[in-house]
Antibody
Framework: QITLKESGPTLVKPTQTLTLTCTFSGFSLRTIGVGVDWIRQPPGKALEWLALIYWDDDKRYSPSLKSRLTVTKDTSKNQVVLRMTNMDPVDTATYYC????????????WGQGTLVTVSS | QSVLTQPPSASGTPGQRVTISCSGSSSNIGTNAVNWYQQLPGTAPKLLIYTNNQRPSGVPDRISGSKSGTSASLAISGLQSEDEADYYCAVWDDSLKGWVFGGGTKLTVL
């Protein structure tokens, strides 16, 4: 049974760096064809993909946010960390991490999400 | 502005059939398989259809997906009140080298 859960601050100030941790179970990031995504959703708006880290440590970032994002993994802890620099109120959103089955090219399991508010 | 285009809303009465469209381009839908998600209020998205027309275990067969060229569709027949939700299409984009999502369609059961 695959589960993921996001953790981190619920409130950050403008210009600060956001660090979110995704802790997962039921799969390993050592397995070929597995990845973990970060996706966000501003209140009342659509889903927006942020970043993807693959089993082989290859990484992909949203072109519009690439300069602000860093994704890393700790395979021994079953965790993936997302860092986003220079936070702005427009970055207020629910942030999700999700399991990627690259063999089927599908995001198939999602965490519950964590709401991050950017405000001074 | 989302890369994939969906109608913002759709509606139907109980028992009816509703379709939701998703339009993309040659670098995404034209090349790769489309996935669909259902998002109930206040919850995370749930996978509804993968690889254009495959249903995960537990998704009823009154829900189906299709793809043609650079467009895809989600169909829900025998509409039920519990189908009232937001629906998103998603696909890998080879040019952007990342996932792209539709803007979402809010389905209302009248």
């Amino acid at each position: 049974q695959i589960t993921l859960k996001e953790s981190g601050p619920t409130l950050v100030k403008p210009t600060q760096t956001l660090t979110l941790t995704c802790t997962f179970s039921g799969f390993s990031l050592r397995t070929i064809g597995v990845g973990v995504d970060w996706i966000r959703q501003p209140p009342g708006k659509a889903l927006e993909w942020l970043a993807l880290i693959y089993w082989d440590d290859d990484k992909r970032y949203s072109p519009s946010l690439k300069s602000r994002l860093t994704v890393t993994k700790d395979t021994s802890k079953n965790q993936v960390v997302l860092r986003m620099t220079n936070m702005d109120p427009v970055d207020t959103a629910t942030y999700y991490c999700a399991h990627v089955n690259w063999n089927q090219v599908v995001i198939d399991y999602w965490g519950q999400g964590t709401l991050v508010t950017v405000s001074s | 502005q989302s890369v994939l285009t969906q109608p913002p809303s759709a509606s139907g009465t109980p028992g009816q059939r509703v379709t939701i469209s998703c339009s993309g381009s040659s670098s995404n839908i034209g090349t790769n398989a489309v996935n669909w998600y259902q998002q109930l209020p206040g919850t995370a998205p749930k996978l509804l259809i993968y690889t254009n027309n495959q249903r995960p275990s537990g998704v009823p067969d009154r829900i189906s997906g299709s793809k043609s060229g650079t467009s895809a569709s989600l169909a829900i027949s025998g509409l039920q009140s519990e189908d009232e939700a937001d629906y998103y299409c998603a696909v890998w984009d080879d040019s952007l080298k990342g996932w792209v999502f539709g803007g979402g369609t809010k389905l209302t059961v009248l």
